[in-house]
């Protein structure tokens, strides 16, 4: 079974651009959720969906955003990029019951000069 | 108070030795437990998940869960130079279908 594929793997963009990220979950998952992982804070939840709904969201500003698609793919779009959002955006997927298990795709590196 | 706790290390052990990871959550509603294990540049991988009181065993590998003392641990027996890694502790299932992750002990196994 092939895993969690993310699009694309690596990005360079300057502040003020915006972006968009891709997520394709492991075939039969619907729930796909989005991280942020930076040195210094580790792995920081941006957001959940599942059957195309945002279920959950973490503490990020509205320039994140996200959303699902009918087949469970994932995208998210930063806007008005900052230097600070520079990190490895990771997307997780799972069937979507509490508490199983989630597994990563390869992760996006985002560089924001 | 962060909700998962880990020690950042590095922790260090010789090779052959056993590498005791440890985490500490702060809501006791949490019944999943899991331990990635992150290279640098890589994504995490998972390790292990534990859901009930006690040990689990997989290879290598031993999961502990104490509930009333809100611990998890990892121990590695037979530590090898490959298990040199960031390891992630997660924390899920107190309804809000949410992982809540520490940020990570970074394990250095000495050849």
């Known amino acids: 079974k092939a895993g969690v594929t993310q699009t694309p793997r690596y990005l360079i963009k300057t502040r003020g651009q915006q972006v968009t990220l891709s997520c394709s979950p492991i075939?039969?998952?619907?729930?796909v959720s989005w991280y942020q992982q930076t040195p210094g804070q580790g792995l920081q939840f941006l957001f959940e969906y599942f059957s195309e709904t945002q279920r959950n969201k973490g503490n990020f500003p509205g320039r994140f955003s996200g959303r699902q698609f009918s087949n469970s793919r994932s995208e998210m779009n930063v806007s008005t990029l900052e230097l600070g959002d520079s990190a490895l955006y990771l997307c997780a997927s799972s069937f979507g019951q509490e508490g199983e298990t989630q597994y990563f795709g390869p992760g996006t590196r985002l560089l924001v000069l | 108070q962060k909700e998962v706790e880990q020690n950042s290390g590095p922790l260090s052990v010789p090779e052959g030795a056993i590498a005791s990871l440890n985490c500490t959550y702060s809501d006791r509603g949490s019944q999943s437990f899991f331990w990635y294990r992150q290279y640098s540049g890589k994504s995490p991988e998972l390790i292990m998940f534990i859901y009930s009181n006690g040990d689990k065993e997989d290879g290598r590998f031993t999961a502990q869960l104490n509930k009333a003392s809100q611990y998890v641990s990892l121990l590695i027996r037979d530590s090898q130079p490959s298990d040199s890694a960031t390891y992630l502790c997660?924390?899920?299932?107190?309804?809000?279908?949410?992982?809540?992750f520490g940020t990570g002990t970074r394990l250095k196994v000495l050849a």
């Open positions: 997660a924390v899920s299932g107190s309804g809000t279908y949410k992982y809540i």
């Open positions: 075939s039969g998952h619907r729930s």
